[in-house]
């Protein structure tokens, strides 16, 4: 079974710009959540989605943002890039994401470096 | 913020077993333990689970203690591709909050 993929691999932008990245569970997998990894802050959770709706957020500001589609794949988009932007982002699928515990599995994240 | 404590860092020699450990003092009864690895900005690789019992599989062993306060990741005979930064994590609802984890080094 093919793993979490995410598109693409590495990023550049300049502060300002806008930036989607995008994000393919793996099949039959429901939930899909983003993390955003940097040096100082660590892994945070951004948000999560279940069944095209958020279903849980992460302490970011408004110019995080998500989808997710009825074939589960999500993206992510971050509008008005700052410096403090650039970090790894990471997604992670579980097959449904409630009640009990659900093993999350990570994709190999998009790096993104703002300019 | 994160529910657990771990060690910022480890040694361990190359075929030897490495014990990670991880308390977790606040753990509620319906949280899991979890436990992931990142090697050098890879996404986080999943290891292992465990609720109250001790688990086992191809990659490591889970023991949590009697009152699920603290927990231990054994992997059994370390290599050097081992060597990767390990995170514990309490879990429930599928919220995951990381913390900064132990960075184990394993040596020649």
């Known amino acids: 079974k093919a793993g979490v993929t995410q598109t693409p691999r590495y990023l550049i932008k300049t502060r300002g710009q806008q930036v989607t990245l995008s994000c393919s569970p793996i099949?039959?997998?429901?939930?899909v959540s983003w993390y955003q990894q940097t040096p100082g802050q660590g892994l945070q959770f951004l948000f999560e989605y279940f069944s095209e709706t958020q279903r849980n957020k992460g302490n970011f500001p408004g110019r995080f943002s998500g989808r997710q589609f009825s074939n589960s794949r999500s993206e992510m988009n971050v509008s008005t890039l700052e410096l403090g932007d650039s970090a790894l982002y990471l997604c992670a699928s579980s097959l449904e994401g409630t009640g009990v515990a659900d093993t999350q599995y990570f994709g190999p994240g998009t790096r993104l470096t703002v300019l | 913020d994160a529910k657990t404590t771990q060690p910022p860092s480890m040694d361990c020699a190359e075929g030897r077993a490495a014990n990670l450990p991880c308390n977790h003092s606040t753990i509620s009864g319906n949280e899991y333990v979890y436990w992931y690895r990142q090697i050098h900005s890879q996404g986080p690789q999943y290891i292992i689970h465990?609720?109250?019992n001790n688990e086992t599989n191809e990659m490591a062993s889970l023991i949590i203690t009697e009152d699920r306060k603290s927990s231990t990741l054994i992997l059994p005979h370390a290599t050097l591709r081992d060597t990767a930064v390990y995170y514990c994590?309490?879990?429930?609802?599928?919220?995951?909050?990381f913390g900064a984890g132990t960075r184990l080094t394993v040596k020649p």
């Open positions: 465990g609720l109250k």
């Open positions: 099949s039959g997998h429901r939930s």
């Open positions: 994590i309490v879990v429930n609802n599928n919220d995951m909050r």
